[in-house]
């Protein structure tokens, strides 16, 4: 057979600029995350950034219940709004030309909703932000439907329920603006039930085809964004505290430690491959939906180190424990949800209890007051030495 002869032959709707949306196979090779996908994800961390800076001011400014909550909300905005983008896209992306601005549509709703950020932690004003997010989820609405036109039987019922589902959540928080302030945070929880609850019914009469090592390579890139801009925040304000204050001897030790957190937290994560787990929708929207604590405790671990560093320079009057509990406090959570996420399904004997105990560890640091981040930085590192050593034992 001549070489010509065994050439694949090209996709006659390779160049069309409008393409049927067709499901993708969750057995196609080499699947990994498009440039359109990348540039998403790049936009989205404008969003993690407001919600991150507007936290630190509010816990330096002794306002921890107001940002907890403020970031809290904010964070499942972006957060929900990117994982619904990348679930879809993982069984749906055609690439074409109606796709990309459906998805450049989207970006502009998540800068809207970053706009909108300082406004909930300031005056709990959510109108800007919930333009944001309902722009970003009718546009994800148009994405079903074009899903639906394409599908047949079960999997169109899937397509049109994600669709009727979002639409009804976007009406829902819409009328959530002509309620009186003081009854907001009594519906916000409902609507937020009903969002994460879309899926789960969604999906009942047919499973969407997301591709798992696709899915993986995307929560592990958005997982490295985050922990970039919490580095970025953390390097920011200690230029500016240097700027101001010169107070290298005092920012050098939480410099120290938070860097050893950050490369401790990437390295925990990826320590695993986790695409085998992802067979059945069950375990994988327990895994995805359990990326809402993954992705916002590594956020809030920037943030935490900000306020550490403003009250290293005297700029945040907090107890030097409150301090430090803004960075323990966020990595412990990261540490113990990625080994109830990822490493418990691997780990064998002695190897079980690293994360958990190492969690543990880093709180107790919260007691070591401004020294605390150092430490909480150290057992970060040893966590990962310790694994190694006993993950070559057991090979």
Not at 176 to 194: E, M
Request: hydrophobic share 55%.
């Amino acid at each position: 057979m001549s070489s010509e002869a065994a050439a694949p032959h090209p996709d006659p709707d390779q160049h069309r600029p409008v393409r049927r949306m067709a499901a993708r196979s969750r057995a196609e090779p080499h699947r990994t995350a498009t440039w359109l996908e990348l540039f998403f994800d790049l936009c989205f961390v404008v969003a993690v950034a407001q919600a991150g800076r507007e936290l630190a001011h509010a816990v330096a400014d002794h306002h921890l219940g107001t940002g907890l909550s403020g970031y809290l909300l904010a964070f499942f905005a972006i957060w929900w709004a990117w994982m619904n983008f990348s679930w879809f896209a993982s069984a749906y992306d055609v690439d074409d030309v109606p796709y990309r601005i459906t998805t450049l549509i989207q970006i502009v709703g998540v800068l809207v909703l970053a706009a909108g950020v300082p406004r909930i932690f300031a005056d709990q004003d959510v109108t800007l932000a919930v333009a944001g997010y309902v722009l970003m989820r009718v546009a994800m609405i148009t994405q079903w439907l074009r899903a639906a036109r394409s599908e047949r039987g079960s999997a169109r019922t899937m397509a049109l329920r994600y669709a009727l589902g979002i639409a009804v959540c976007q009406v829902g928080w819409c009328l959530l603006l002509l309620v009186p302030d003081d009854v907001r945070p009594y519906l916000i929880p409902l609507g937020v039930i009903a969002e994460v609850a879309v899926p789960v019914w969604a999906e009942a009469p047919a499973k969407s085809t997301w591709h798992p090592h696709h899915i993986a390579e995307r929560y592990g890139l958005f997982t490295i964004i985050v922990l970039g801009e919490t580095v970025t925040a953390a390097t920011l304000a200690m230029q500016s505290a240097l700027d101001e204050h010169e107070a290298l001897g005092e920012l050098l030790p939480i410099a120290a430690g938070g860097l050893l957190i950050c490369f401790g937290a990437w390295w925990i994560y990826f320590a695993t491959p986790i695409h085998g787990l992802l067979r059945a929708n069950r375990q994988a929207f327990l895994w995805g939906y359990g990326h809402y604590l993954v992705f916002g405790s590594a956020a809030a671990i920037g943030a935490g180190l900000e306020v550490a560093i403003e009250h290293a320079v005297g700029a945040a009057h907090l107890s030097a424990e409150a301090a430090t509990a803004a960075v323990t406090v966020p990595t412990a959570l990261f540490l113990f949800t990625v080994w109830a996420l990822h490493s418990r399904h691997v780990k064998q004997g002695s190897e079980q209890a690293v994360l958990p105990a190492a969690a543990a560890a880093v709180l107790a640091c919260t007691a070591a007051g401004q020294g605390g981040v150092l430490l909480a930085g150290l057992v970060t590192a040893a966590a990962v030495a310790v694994g190694i050593v006993l993950h070559t034992r057991r090979a």
